[in-house]
């Protein structure tokens, strides 16, 4: 069957490096498991995989079933570790244009996200292409009360009110969002409107094996059960305490260890575009969980080989302070061969018996060769295949590393003071009152 492998052997790193670093692996597994180390309070995705509440999945099954049958799109509303997930899981598992397919060749509704940015043109858009379409809304707020979403809620809420009634429309809106507290917690008890809840001890970026990412998931058809048997296997397997056990804290550890040489920006590679919008996750993930404190990896990503074609000379011959991680998927789903052409204009008999996927390899290959002699650290995270049970694991080698990786260069990876100063001026220049 196959499993998810890390390779640090292209990044210059060396023995006695990882040696050193072991104890203090250990400290951090340790105030992480116990739930002693800074915000531990929200550290209950650890054993979320096993611990979720099993009625509350049945739900989201349901749900989901309902919005396939009734509904030609579904609005996911959220931003940041609110929609980021979902959608990474969504691009990396279904057809590459789903949402362009008919609908009998794929499992689930259009999916359109909305409320992850400020764009006037972006809603208005989206409201002209949604005229001719049934649809459903699922608005995912952890706090309840952040502005993007809440503006975009309100905005479809009243055009879904307008054009299905109150009664309809409040049957096609699904409210994600803490189980107690919030506006929406308070909207979805005075509307009642189907609701789910985020566990309190799970923050945002860290919530997408809940109901966060799981109903949209579900809608889009994604078997949401593998997703968590994977992550489950995950669990285990990277809560081990011995390093060379667990490559996730061996990943954290070259990170860190690439940092303290002076590489401060790592860039996550695919040689896959159903996985560009894992890139926007994993991006967010580290970079609020480490960036404080004066510190941090700052956290790009490049997709090849569309960006061998754009930034490929810069990470070649540019500034050597950055670092390569590459996700490669060593067994596509679909693959196509190259067949030989009587006139060979193109050049292009030499790969006559070859497939796409081939020389796809051939330039990861090729890339890691040439990019590792430039000087740049490779590290390598290979994936069986693009599957549920893959991408439930990856989601969770990702966050137990960013965890892990957090303690050991001494910051708290489950806040993000550092968003509130935009917001603070924002409202401020709006008039907003503060209570
Ligand atoms: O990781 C985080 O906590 C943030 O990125 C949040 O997910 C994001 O700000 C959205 O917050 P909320 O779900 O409260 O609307």
Redesign the pocket.
Known sequence: MGNITFNYSNSFIKCHQVENMKPLIEVAHGLLHRGEGPGGDFTGWIDLPRNYDKQELERIKESANNIQRDSDALIVI?????YMGSRACIEALNHSFYNHLPRDRRRGPNIYYAGNNMSSDYICNLMDLLEDLDISINV???????TE?AIAFRLLRKYMENRYGKRESNRRIYITTDRHKGGLRTLADREDYISFAIPGDI???Y?VLTAVGLLPMAVSGIDIDRILEGARDAMDEYSRINIDENISYQYALARNILYGQGRYIELLINYEPHLNSLAEWWR?LFG?SEGKDGKGIYPSSANFTTDLHSIGQLIQDGRRNLFETTIYVENPRRDIGIEADDFDIDGLNYLSDKTVDFINRKAFEGTLMAHTKGGVPNLIIKVPRLEEYYMGKLIYFFQKACAIGGYISGVNPFD?PG?EGYKRNMFKLLGKFES
Do not use: A
């Open positions: 959220g931003i940041g570790g609110s995912i707020s952890k706090s309840g009360t952040t979403p923050g945002g970026r919530s967010q609020e993000q968003v």
